[in-house]
Structures are given as C-alpha cells and as structure tokens.
C-alpha cells in the first residue's frame, strides 16, 4: 500500500519539476519572468528562515541583514576588488556566518528567551542598516552598482536577459529543498524539532542543544546570504532600504507561516501565493503610489493568521486526507 | 552643554515612556508584542493634525480626542482581531500585530498621501531660557503631560477595582478566572488604553514632530528596547528606561552622529540583553 502511495507523490514532484524548467520555453514575457525569479528567489529565503524559526522556533526579525550581507559582499567585492561573483558570494556567506555566530554565540549560551532573541536579532538588523546607510565605502544612501561584465555564468550577470536567473535561481532551491529533506530524515532534523518540542527536555536526555541551534542559525543565513548576493547580481544596483529593511525579512517570514512553519513545502507554497501576488497587485496598483497593494496584503495576513493559524499547507493536506477517506 | 542634553533628553524620553507604557501594558498581561504600536501612534499624530487643519484645534488641546479616539480604535481591534489569536503562539499574534500594522500604514498613506507635514503656529512655541539653559515649550509641556499620564496609568493599575483585576490576570489568568474575573472585558480595556497612550504621545509630537504615514516606523523598535530593558510589564521600568534612552538617543546624536543616534541605543541594547539577558536594565 505504502509503496503504491509513495509512488504518485514522486511523479507529482518530478512534474512540477518539468513544469518550470520548460516555462521559460513557452513564457517570453519579461514580467511573468520576474515573478517567477522573485518568487523562487522569496521561495528560498523563507525555506531558509524556516531551518532556524520553523524548526527550532527562534524566531529571527533579522534575517534581512544577511540577505544583505550577501549582497553588498559581491557588489563591494566585484566592484573594489574585481572579485569573481560566484567568490564574492562565498564570501557573503562566510561574512553571514560571522556575524550570526556573534549573534548566536551570546543568545544560545546564556539561553536568551524568544522574545528578546526576536527583538535582538531586529536591534542587529536596524544597527547594520544604519552603518551601511553611512558608510560612504559601501556607496552610502545613494547604493551600489554592480560593474558590468561579458554576460556568462561564470561572472554570474546576464543584463536584461531574465531566462538564465531563472534558471540559477531554480537550481539553488531546488537544491535547498533537496538539503532540508535530507535535514529532516536525518538525526539532525529530529534533534531540531525535540530543541522546539521541549528544549530542556531535549537536553536532558542528552541532545547538545545549543551546537545544533548554531548549525540551524548557520545554515539557514548561508542560504539567505546566497539569495542575496543572487538578487544584487541580478538588480544590478540596490541601495540600503533594499536589503536591509525590516520588511524584507518580513517578506522571509510571511511566506513560512502562511504556508505552514516548520514544514518543507509550506515555505514554498506560502512563497508561491504570496510574491506574485504582491508583484502583481504592486503592478497594476501600485503605480499610484497609494498602498492599496499593502492593504490587500496586510488583510490577507491577517485572514490566514486569524482562520488558518496552521498555514495553509496544513489545510491542503487535510482536504488531500478528505478526499482519500471517502474513496 | 553636557546639562541641556541631559534636560532635552530626558523630556524626550519621557515621551518615548509614554509610547513604551502603552507597550509594556499590552506585552505584560496579555502576552502579545504589537508590531502596531507605531502605526497607532502615527494614527494619534494625525487625529491632531486634522482636528488642526480643519477646526483649528489646538494640538494640546486634542490630546483627548486623540486619545479617545485610540482608545476605541484599540478596543476595536481587540474585538476584531487581537481576541482570536490570544492564545496563539508567539509568532503567530507577531504576524496578525503586523498585519494591522500594514493595513493602517497603508490606509493613512491611501487617504492622507505620503507628504511629510507639520502643524504651522501651535499654541505652543519656542522655548524658555532657564539660566543658560534653553527649554523648548512644546517638547517641556509634553514631557510633563507624559508624566501625568503614565501617573494617572500607574494608579489606576495599582489602586483601582479594575486595575487590581488586570493586574490578576496578568499573574495568573487561570486563578483570575475562577474567582470570576471578566477576563475577555479587561484585555479589551488594557489593548485600549494601551492605544491610547500612543494617541496621546501622538498628539503630543504632532506639536514638533514632522507628521506622516512612516512616522510611527521607528518607534516600533524603539519601545520594543525600552519595554525590554525596562522589563516586561513594568510601567515604572519603562519610565525609567524611556528616560534613560532619551539621554543617550541626545547624547549620541550629539557627540557621534544624529544618523547614529537610534542604531546606538540598539547596540545599547544587544549588550545589556547579552549581560542580563532575562531581566533588562531594572528588573530583578
């Protein structure tokens, strides 16, 4: 029986697979493009922050700062130095993993609760905005371009031509989900939920709790570090508000609940309502300049949080068992 | 000089309390952390800055209105929103707070646009000269209003039937319940005058401070770190840490940079949590 279930599930994955990697084939528009990149690339980020809140329940309001920890370590690396993108974005990581061990280090020791650690991780965001925002090296206020090269995968830009980052920022969450299966069938993945489950519990039956929180706060600024310094090489310019902005790690965070935290698909499925139609309400409204696309937004939130606190991923599953109890 | 940053900051810290009060309320009995603290405060700076424009009111004198007028808003959206997602866990009440917050940034930038405006001729001008010190009026008569209203607050919750009553429940809301406290009645009025202590801090900066949609933004973060440092709950913690944070937000703006003044008070503030991490600056 388990066989004959486990099979139809596969096939349904490998098709969706198929689906977007033929899409760029039979969609030309440039737009639909964009949505596509962003919502893959918002698909990743809030995966990522799901490794650290949605697993071990840490919520971080920060998480912005190694997005653009990952930006500016390209842009400031090619441009500077000459560095290769795909070096600089190493690089990003690295300097994320830095900085969340300085954040980690003193926050998982001393057992600091969820709410400071919350408001913590925010403070850190909004310190690092200010710097950048001064830092007349880092290109201040006014942002930072990145120099213009041959287009090729190796100095990872293409200019206007939006069909290959959708295709590099496809594998890099595929890749990612890849990963956090393989987290969640792993020792690892279990230890992870136990920290959220019952921290002490989880400690007294021998799990280092602390080291794996690390690991979990690791892992998942490296994956937003690379989506950032994707973003920066695929904007081409990008100023302080555009990285480091509360609501950019909100835009990580949203997505993760509303399709269900701590869940593999429900980041991606959360991501995939969430950005294009924000994309597209900030289309055709936002023009204006008035908000209403904020205000769809907010209520939306609001909707799902008050009546589907589970997220929406939860809800689809249910309507799936639904069906197959009937039959 | 060193005294006239130390007299001008803390009498913007005393408003800064106010806005915390209203936070630390909220966060203290109810458990909740309102991403829309801010939002309702820039709310309570527009109520003033049209009861100005259209009817010439005075913003000290429309300190009531807008605090009434937040008091009912906040009452509104507890009824609405805040009720349902009480015992959620923490990240989900997170999420619905800043949801409000969106809805109402967004909705006073549809109606009101996003022009940065001020109110021109207050009643409130200018500023004393106190020996070699300068006093501005309206930042003088606002710090001393917040004072009374964080008072009136303190009392209230400390002396009055009610007061006791959500004091109880903030304790243990099991206990409170079974000896009939009317839970669901008290959140309603805390999550209210929570509000409205951001309605009147609003119209008390509407008298000097620059009025739009994204000018409640930073004191989100702001009254987060005062409530925190202050500890939970606690309103005399947060007068004292609203103070102590408009002395150095003055201090810093001063001698390093205004553009660092903020990010300065959270580095402050990553470092006391570090050091006493479940505590903040006053509790024990």
Redesign the interface.
């Known amino acids: 029986m388990n066989r004959v279930k486990a099979i139809p599930k596969w096939t349904w994955l490998i098709f969706l697979v198929v689906v977007f990697l033929i899409f760029p084939f039979f969609v030309k528009k440039e737009f639909y493009l964009h949505v596509m990149i962003m919502t893959f690339l918002f698909a990743l980020l809030a995966a990522s922050w799901n490794i650290l ?1 949605g697993f071990t329940g840490y ?1 971080s309001f920060g998480h912005a700062v190694f997005f653009g920890l990952g930006a500016y370590s390209v842009a400031v690396l090619g441009k500077n130095f000459a560095v290769n993108p795909w070096l600089g974005s190493i690089t990003g990581a690295l300097v994320a993993i830095g900085l969340a061990s300085i954040i980690a280090f ?2 998982f020791q ?7 650690f ?3 991780t ?3 965001g ?2 690092i905005r ?2 950048f ?2 830092w007349m090296y880092v290109g201040g206020a006014t942002g930072i371009m990145i120099p213009l090269t041959e287009p090729s995968l190796l100095n990872y830009q293409y200019h206007t031509n939006k069909v290959p980052y959708y295709y590099i920022i496809f594998s890099f969450l595929v890749l990612e989900i890849v990963l956090i299966y393989f987290i969640t069938k792993s020792r690892f993945g279990y230890y992870l939920r136990a920290i959220k489950g019952n921290e002490e519990a989880a400690e007294n039956i021998g799990i280092n709790t602390t080291l794996f929180k690390h690991l979990a706060y690791y892992l998942s600024a490296t994956f937003v570090a690379i989506g950032g310094a994707f973003y920066a090489q695929y904007e081409l310019y990008f100023d302080p508000p555009m990285v480091f902005h509360v609501g950019i790690s ?1 835009k990580m ?2 997505p993760a ?1 509303l399709g269900g ?1 701590g869940t593999i698909c429900g980041p991606i499925i959360g991501a995939a309502i969430m950005i294009p139609l924000d994309q597209f309400l900030r289309a055709y409204l936002g023009g204006i ?4 696309n ?2 769809i ?3 939306l ?2 909707i799902v ?2 009546f589907k ?1 589970k997220g929406i991923y939860e809800f689809i599953g249910n309507l799936f068992k639904k069906g197959k109890g009937e039959q | 000089m060193i005294l006239q940053i130390l007299v001008s900051g803390s009498m913007m810290g005393l408003i800064y309390a106010l806005v915390a009060v209203g936070l630390t309320l909220i966060w203290g009995v109810m458990d909740i ?1 309102n991403f829309a603290h801010g939002d309702l405060m820039m709310l309570g700076m527009f109520v003033s800055y049209w009861a100005f424009v259209f009817f010439g009111i005075d913003p000290l004198a429309s300190i009531p209105l807008s605090a009434i007028g937040l008091f009912l808003l906040g009452m509104l959206l507890y009824k609405l ?1 805040i009720k ?2 009480i015992d ?1 866990p ?3 009440a ?3 707070t ?6 109402l ?3 006073a ?2 109606f009101f646009g ?1 022009d940065y405006r001020t109110i021109k001729n207050p009643l409130l001008e200018g500023s004393w000269r106190l020996g070699g010190l300068y006093v501005s009026v309206p930042k003088a008569i606002g710090a001393i209003i917040s004072v009374l209203v964080i008072v009136l607050i303190y009392f209230f919750i400390k002396k009055s039937q009610t007061g006791r009553a959500i004091q109880a429940i903030s304790m243990d809301r099991q206990a409170a319940l079974l000896v009939g406290v009317d839970v669901g009645r008290l959140y309603t009025i805390t999550f209210g005058i929570g509000a409205a202590c951001t309605g009147v801090a609003g119209a008390i900066l509407s008298n000097f401070f620059t009025i739009s ?1 994204e000018s409640g933004s930073t004191y989100v ?1 702001l009254s ?2 005062i409530v ?1 440092l202050g500890g ?1 709950g606690s309103i005399t913690g947060a007068l004292s840490a609203g103070v102590l944070i408009g002395i150095a937000a003055t201090l810093g703006g001063f001698y390093i ?1 205004p ?2 003044k ?2 300065i008070i ?2 402050a ?2 470092v006391v ?2 050091i006493r ?2 505590k903040g600056l006053f509790g024990w």
């Not at chain 1, 001393?110 to 400071?116: D, F, I, N, V």
């Not at chain 1, 300049?289 to 209403?292: L, N």
Request: hydrophobic share 65%; no cysteine.
């Open positions: 809140g919520v003193p926050s001393t057992g600091l609760r969820a709410h400071y919350a408001i913590a925010w403070a850190v909004e310190v200010v710097i925002m001064n909100m965070i949203l609940i935290i300049g008035s908000g209403i904020f205000i937004y907010g209520l939130v609001l949080v008050v606190p | 952390i929103i349902r997602i959620a923490l990240i989900t997170l999420l619905a800043y949801g409000i917050s969106l809805v940034k967004n909705l930038l549809l996003p949609p973060l987060f770190v925190a939970f940079s553009a660092f903020f990010a959270f580095a503030y990553l949590v570090m991490p479940e």
